[in-house]
């Protein structure tokens, strides 16, 4: 499966960019641009770590948290392992969004009636 183009962070879209132009990092965030980089040649495992690790420093950038890139690492590194460890829970997790119609946003975590 191929990452997404665009993602939803906190309100914002958050462009995606999988490529091979840099090779001094495996990903980045970019928080004038709103965008992310993973480099295209990574491994998939470190693919999906690096997303998560870019992610955490977006809502580390928009919220003003001031997580140090230590920090950033381990809860990347850890929770990116949880999910993997525990597919049972990772789909327990995200259960109700995998199986909503998309056509009816009721079913939307974030709805409000």
Not at 15 to 31: A, C, L, P, T, Y
Not at 37 to 48: C, G, L, N, V
Not at 88 to 97: G, K, M
């Amino acid at each position: 499966m191929e990452a997404p183009k665009t993602i939803d962070l906190l309100g914002l879209t958050i462009e995606i960019n999988v490529h091979d132009k840099r090779d001094d990092v495996w990903g980045e965030w970019d928080g004038e641009a709103r965008s992310i980089f993973i480099h295209a040649s990574a491994p998939e495992d470190y693919k999906r770590v690096t997303f998560l690790h870019e992610i955490i420093h977006g809502l580390d950038d928009i919220l003003g948290l001031g997580i140090n890139h230590r920090s950033v690492y381990a809860l990347s590194q850890v929770l990116f392992a949880m999910m993997k460890d525990n597919p049972v829970l990772t789909l327990w997790l995200f259960d109700e969004l995998l199986r909503r119609d998309d056509k009816d946003d009721r079913t939307h975590p974030t709805h409000r009636s």
